[in-house]
């Protein structure tokens, strides 16, 4: 395992795009560390199962990315 900390701002936060965050605005933010943390385990279990984001799912290495952050601690 690598001993890079995952950032929201730096690692998180650019793999939502403007139309990831504006279909899901009246929810939370997902350009919102707290936000996303907050729902973190729901966004990781629709990430996981290809349902979000809507047009299509991310590559496993994305999904991976976002439940590594979340699981050392969703750092801001």
Known sequence: ???I????????KPLFRD???A???KAFDLW???DV?????????HLRNGSMPSDGPWPAE?????T???????KP
Request: no cysteine.
């Open 37 to 45: 943390a907050a729902h973190g385990d729901a966004i990781a279990a």
């Open 19 to 21: 139309s990831d965050r």
């Open 1 to 3: 395992m690598s001993d």
């Open 32 to 34: 919102s560390a707290t």
């Open 5 to 12: 900390v995952l950032s929201f701002e730096r690692d998180i």
């Open 68 to 74: 590594s952050w979340l699981d050392a601690g969703a």
């Open 62 to 66: 994305q999904v991976a990315t976002f």
């Open 23 to 25: 279909a899901m605005s």
